[in-house]
Nanobody, 121 residues
Framework: QVQLVQSGGGLVQAGGSLKLSCAAS????????MYWYRQAPGKQRELVAS???????NYADSVKGRFTISRDNAKNTVYLQMNSLKPEDTAIYYC???????????????WGQGTQVTVSS
């Protein structure tokens, strides 16, 4: 079984920074893409950032230049460094990873438990 455990998050003033972590554990053959999503109250979950196994990254327009996604393959961990935070960044943040457990295929999607990020104005 695979688990994604998130850490980080909390309350910060506008302009501040936070770093989220998400560590995968269990039976893991390989981890493909890793992702950060967020869901604000009354809104749909949206993709914030992604990183491939080859470290190619993509960001939502709303966070470009402020957020940085990275991964440590030795630790099976993905990070989201969030700088210049704005009140509109307030949401529950979820990590997601596409993981092969016993062999290269099949690949399954796993989710972290979510962590609250609140940015005060």
């Amino acid at each position: 079984q695979v688990q994604l455990v998130q850490s980080g998050g909390g309350l910060v003033q506008a302009g501040g920074s936070l770093k989220l972590s998400c560590a995968a554990s269990g039976t893991i053959f390989s981890i493909n893409g890793m992702y950060w999503y967020r869901q604000a109250p009354g809104k749909q979950r949206e993709l914030v950032a992604s990183i491939t196994s080859g470290d190619s990254t993509n960001y939502a327009d709303s966070v470009k230049g402020r957020f940085t996604i990275s991964r440590d393959n030795a630790k099976n961990t993905v990070y989201l460094q969030m700088n210049s935070l704005k009140p509109e960044d307030t949401a529950i943040y979820y990590c997601n990873a596409h993981i092969a457990t016993m062999s290269p295929v099949p690949v399954y999607s796993y989710w972290g438990q979510g962590t609250q990020v609140t940015v005060s104005s």
